[in-house]
């Protein structure tokens, strides 16, 4: 079982900058992606908004492009995303998941508030 702990969310003006962390209780070796989602208010589903995949390529929705940087750190078995230009649309539970050896993981979620 791998636990995720994510931390950084918060309430933030239009503009602002937040990140957040995801911390996992497996080994980076057995990682295969790390990644953030996230649900916005009266929305059913989660959508991807950055991964990272072993090798370090990335890949990014198009909303927040040029935003958002997603980064990883092997020694601490961490995600970082780290976000910028906040907007109001960018508010929504964001969850940290990860890919390990064939399964799925994910995190508690996160809230990410941003006022205009």
């Known amino acids: 079982q791998v636990q995720l702990v994510e931390s950084g969310g918060g309430l933030v003006q239009a503009g602002g900058s937040l990140r957040l962390s995801c911390a996992a209780s497996?080994?980076?070796?057995?990682?295969?992606?790390m990644g953030w989602y996230r649900q916005a208010p009266g929305k059913q589903q989660r959508e991807l908004v950055a991964?990272?995949?072993?090798?370090?390529?990335?890949n990014y929705a198009d909303s927040v492009k040029g935003r958002f940087t997603i980064s990883r750190d092997s020694a601490k078995n961490t995600a970082y995303l780290q976000m910028n230009s906040l907007k109001p649309e960018d508010t929504a539970v964001y969850y940290c998941?990860?890919?390990?050896?064939?399964?799925?993981?994910w995190g508690q979620g996160t809230q990410v508030t941003v006022s205009s």
């Open positions: 991964r990272i995949i072993s090798g370090g390529r990335t």
């Open positions: 497996a080994t980076s070796s057995s990682i295969n992606a």
């Open positions: 998941r990860i890919s390990r050896e064939g399964y799925i993981y």
